[in-house]
């Protein structure tokens, strides 16, 4: 079964940072554009970052100084490093997919995992 995982999430305090992984079961992450996004409670999901297989990434406005995609092709997984984290930021984050070689339009992703809470204490 073709699965997304995250991993990495957990509860930090304002200015700390966490990087967040995601892997892939039945699936190579390599020949597909990957990306993050989150979803707070009571909120619209938010597109935050993408990474192309021809290397090229996407990183959203709102997070654009804060937050960095890469992949471990070695490894196959690709990260989410979250740096300088507020309150605001608290949200389950979910890396996804559109199963194509580049980043979709508004990092509208069409798969996704179970998702990985992250909560930021002020």
């Known amino acids: 079964q073709v699965q997304l995982v995250e991993s990495g999430g957990g509860s930090v305090e304002a200015g700390e940072s966490l990087r967040l992984s995601c892997t892939g079961s039945e699936v190579d992450l390599r020949d597909h554009a990957i990306g993050w996004f989150r979803q707070a409670p009571g909120k619209d999901s938010e597109g935050l970052a993408c990474?192309?297989?021809?290397?090229?990434?996407v990183v959203g406005e709102s997070v654009k100084g804060r937050f960095a995609i890469s992949r471990d092709e070695f490894k196959d997984t690709v990260f989410l490093q979250t740096n300088n984290l507020k309150p605001e930021d608290t949200a389950v984050y979910y890396c996804?997919?559109?199963?194509?070689?580049?980043?979709?339009?508004?990092?509208?992703?069409?798969?996704w995992g179970q998702g990985t809470q992250v909560t930021v204490s002020s």
């Open positions: 990474s192309a297989i021809n290397g090229g990434k």
């Open positions: 996804g997919t559109s199963w194509g070689r580049r980043c979709p339009s508004n990092l509208d992703f069409h798969f």
